[in-house]
């Protein structure tokens, strides 16, 4: 079995894939089957969640890039900011990962968050996608090539990546074991 316990630059090539479901990528630590049938147990800093475009890096040097798998999600979509802006309010007042895009939203299933979001007027459909929701304004920690990890971590317009602050969380924690894989 592989193992990493660290991250690539996200330009390195990656010599396998690791597709998972958002859910699976806000585990900090598992053993997953990577997309070449061979096993990969990861232990990463508590509170990693990985991005969609990260690239792992085992003990023996081998590359594997992460891929957001397609599931199903519900998506708002609008050429209305106001409205737009009014949905993701809300989603975001109930701590919701929401993953933002040009004239949409896109969350997972929730009942009540779409009759919610119907009753503000906007158009709620059904989706088969990838889901990559924003990070959170505080980062829990850092991958080796200084982005945060676990939440944000693309460049802002003017291109920087802002520095994640750590309030009482990050890499100072002990690191997890392989046993401890669940």
Do not use: W
């Not at 900090?28 to 800093?45: A, D, F, H, K, N």
């Not at 209305?80 to 299933?109: C, E, I, M, S």
């Not at 906007?122 to 959170?136: L, Q, R």
């Not at 291109?159 to 309030?167: K, Q, S, T």
Request: overall charge negative.
């Amino acid at each position: 079995m592989l193992f990493a316990e660290s991250f690539a630059d996200h330009q390195t090539p990656a010599t396998d894939r690791l597709v998972l479901p958002y859910d699976a990528r806000r585990k900090s630590r598992q053993r997953v089957t990577l997309v070449s049938g061979q096993e990969l147990g990861y232990v990463l800093p508590s509170g990693t969640v990985l991005r969609d475009g990260d690239r792992l890096l085992t003990g023996n040097g081998l590359v594997i890039a992460v891929e957001a798998a397609a599931e199903t999600l519900l998506e708002i979509r609008t050429g209305d900011t106001l409205q737009l802006g009014r949905a993701a309010y809300h989603l975001g007042n109930r701590h919701v990962p929401v993953q933002l895009g040009k004239r949409f939203l896109r969350f997972q299933p929730d009942h009540v968050l779409a009759e919610m979001l119907r009753g503000l007027g906007c158009a709620v459909s059904e989706v088969e996608a990838p889901f990559d929701p924003e990070g959170g304004a505080y980062g829990t920690a850092a991958h080796a090539d200084g982005h945060p990890a676990g939440h944000d971590h693309r460049p802002l317009p003017t291109g920087e990546v802002l520095e994640a602050h750590h309030p009482g969380h990050g890499p100072h924690r002990s690191p997890a074991k392989i046993h401890e894989f669940k």
